[in-house]
């Protein structure tokens, strides 16, 4: 049987693609727009920085686990009736931070954030998988990666601009005015959820988790994606160390950074977009780690200064902005039914891949210029050895069709 999507014209409706990409980049906002305030945001409170940091720990633990429950709610209930809710407690939260008198405050603001920005990345890519498949459904994630590449550039560098001239409480009430943005948004998106709501079956839940981990069709491709992340947050979490401390750079210059390290992740991710039609999807992911091994490799070789950093991690984001799109596609294709749980579990294993790379650096111990790119190469060998394999799993999945 032919799936309807794939009669679907070659470009996503831009509508479609920019409701999508600005509903995941809720999290992303959430996450980092309040990073370069951490030190003012303490001493507003009155608490140490470090309790103030605790709060992104726990706003990435709460959404990895309400992320398991959304997703499979979400392929009983359907999407509107859950993005809408979870919209509204993005908002609520945003409010909470905003108007925090104590870090109390400022903790359960930051729990109700991220469930409803946990909920919008998941049900964007729910609604993807819903609206299209094949190489379509790798267009329209690669397009919602592409605009959604610049958030992490944005948001540091506005939510600077925010504490500076309003105050740090200024970034979590823009936060709550730009969830209703994109709640009012949302109202022209209609439902896209095949089939009437069904009764949610806690039994039936676990057992669709444990099928869809034990599909090859869906595990390699995203332990593909968790060790190219475990490599990327192993940067992530030395940059501070060699750029601040190491290289004697002001946090205000560094927060810059990530916006150079972006044009990488964009231009992948528009290399995957053109390629998706052209290239098969197994062979554009193995290029995208073969340049995630190479950057990883030079982080090792290359001179400890600014210029030839920022030039290696902009390469490496290249590889992975082209090859991460391309392993969600690749993941969800089986699961048009169950997109929502599809879309949870990946997510959940994509953030340990992140927590096991930054916690790879600490392992690893001593210079952090040596720990870092040893980290980095040991997630892109792992990433390019699983993405191998993935011809077997394709051609696999092509017999049983």
Not at 160 to 178: H, S
Not at 204 to 224: D, G, R
Request: charged share 10%; proline share 5%.
């Amino acid at each position: 049987m032919t799936d309807a999507s794939a009669t679907a014209p070659n470009s996503a409706p831009k509508a479609t693609l920019f409701l999508l990409a600005g509903l995941t980049a809720l999290s992303e906002f959430a996450v980092t727009a309040y990073v370069p305030a951490m030190t003012i945001i303490a001493d507003g409170l009155g608490v140490r920085t470090e309790i103030v940091q605790a709060t992104v720990s726990v706003g990435l633990v709460t959404g990895a686990l309400a992320g398991l429950v959304i997703g499979a709610v979400a392929d009983s209930m359907g999407r509107r009736q859950l993005l809408f809710p979870a919209l509204g407690l993005y908002i609520v939260g945003s409010v909470f931070a905003a108007a925090a008198p104590s870090i109390s405050w400022l903790f359960i603001g930051r729990v109700f954030q991220s469930v409803g920005a946990c909920a919008g990345i998941i049900l964007s890519r729910a609604i993807a998988r819903d609206l299209h498949s094949g190489p379509q459904l790798t267009r329209l994630l690669s397009g919602v990666t592409l605009v959604f590449s610049l958030a992490p550039a944005f948001a540091p560098l506005f939510g600077g601009f925010l504490a500076a001239w309003f105050g740090w409480r200024a970034i979590f009430a823009f936060a709550a005015v730009y969830g209703c943005a994109v709640f009012a948004s949302m109202l022209l998106l209609p439902e896209t959820k095949k089939g009437p709501a069904a009764p949610i079956n806690v039994k039936e839940i676990f057992a669709t988790y444990k099928n869809i981990l034990v599909s090859k069709s869906f595990i390699i491709p995203n332990l593909v994606a968790a060790a190219l992340l475990a490599s990327l947050f192993a940067f992530i979490v030395s940059a501070a160390p060699i750029f601040v401390k190491g290289l004697q750079l002001s946090p205000a210059l560094v927060g810059c950074f990530p916006a150079v390290a972006v044009c990488g992740t964009i231009l992948g991710a528009w290399l995957a977009r053109w390629a998706a039609t052209r290239i098969q999807p197994a062979t554009i992911v193995r290029v995208g780690c073969l340049i995630a091994l190479a950057s990883s490799i030079a982080m090792a070789s290359i001179p400890i200064s600014t210029p030839y950093l920022l030039g290696a991690i902009t390469f490496f984001s290249l590889g992975t902005g082209l090859a991460l799109t391309v392993t969600v596609s690749m993941a969800m294709a089986n699961f048009g039914d169950k997109a929502g749980a599809a879309s949870a579990l990946l997510g959940a294993i994509q953030s340990i891949g992140g927590t096991i790379g930054a916690l790879m650096v600490a392992m690893i111990g001593g210079s952090v210029y040596r720990a870092m790119p040893a980290a980095m190469i040991a997630g892109s060998v792992v990433a390019l050895t699983l993405g191998l394999s993935l011809g077997a799993v394709v051609t696999a999945r092509k017999s049983l069709a």
